[in-house]
């Protein structure tokens, strides 16, 4: 098959931690060969589309901002279509945080004066996060939003580190109630998001990530190729068990070029 679209994810795909992985450059060079449009998408909400360029570029892949999507963009761009003058209260990262502030959002220090509460990854989450959380959610009809679902991420020297589906649920345990709306991938924003960024037809696409329930569910969702990567979230007994199925599993990005036609 041809594609005109292919989508990447970072953790786990792209790179581990600070390592990238074998045959990832190769791989966005074979895609610019064949001048195929490219999206980099990652669940990870704490970096601007500029920290994602420059991050990869040290290590020897250039993309532009155009190119890049996370689970922060899809977010504020949520938010600002949906909750425009909305007071936010956010239980995540400064760079998220800097995310929301540069695009308008109203960012607010009480949370139970919040119309909309944010859930997202942050090293530095807790006791009082929680409380924060807890008080915020009193109100049931303040909107909840959970920035990304992944629990753990893939981390250097083959281990994992938790995620913001972590985060999000030990808010949604206290405050027992589930996130309104999920961000990043597979939610339809992010497909809605991709698509957009890409600018061609879904089923000439093809998406390569190593998360069964987001990157391969998000790709099937929108009608795409998918092809699973091991070097990440998943292995073979996982996609056995799995409720997504993809069209291909590799055992590294460096496989993907032969499928590109």
């Keep these: 098959m041809t594609y005109r679209g292919v989508v990447l994810d970072l953790d786990g795909t792209v790179y581990r931690g600070n390592e990238l992985l074998p045959g ?21 909400p704490t970096k601007t589309r500029a920290e994602y360029v420059d991050r990869l570029a040290g290590m020897g892949v250039e993309i532009d901002e155009h190119e890049v999507l996370s689970a922060g963009t899809v977010t504020t761009d949520y938010l600002v279509a949906e909750h425009a003058g909305d007071d936010c209260f956010l239980i995540g990262s400064p760079g998220l945080r800097d995310q929301l502030a540069d695009a308008g959002v109203s960012l607010i220090d009480d949370p139970t004066a ?3 509460v944010v859930a997202s990854w942050d090293r530095e989450f807790d006791y009082d996060d929680m409380t ?18 992944d629990r753990t991420v893939p981390a250097s020297g083959g281990r994992s580190v938790p995620g913001s589906g972590a985060i999000i649920g030990a808010v949604a345990a206290v405050a027992d109630r589930e996130p309104d709306r999920v961000m990043g991938k597979p939610s339809p924003e992010a497909i809605d998001a991709v698509r957009e960024s890409l600018g061609v037809s879904p089923g000439e696409c093809l998406l390569v990530g190593d998360r069964l329930d987001t990157d391969i569910a998000m790709g099937e969702r929108a009608g795409m190729t998918t092809a699973l990567v091991l070097t990440g979230a998943a292995d073979r007994d996982d996609v056995a068990d799995a409720d997504v ?3 291909h599993v590799l055992e590294t990005i460096g496989d993907v070029p ?4």
């Design 24 to 44: 990832a450059a190769e791989t966005v060079d074979a895609v610019r060969a064949r001048d195929i449009s490219l999206c980099c998408c990652s669940n990870n």
């Design 258 to 261: 032969d499928l590109l036609g």
């Design 245 to 247: 199925t993809p069209d």
């Design 114 to 116: 919040a119309d909309v």
């Design 132 to 149: 924060d959380g807890l008080r915020a959610l009193d109100d049931p009809t303040t909107v909840f939003v959970g920035s990304d679902p």
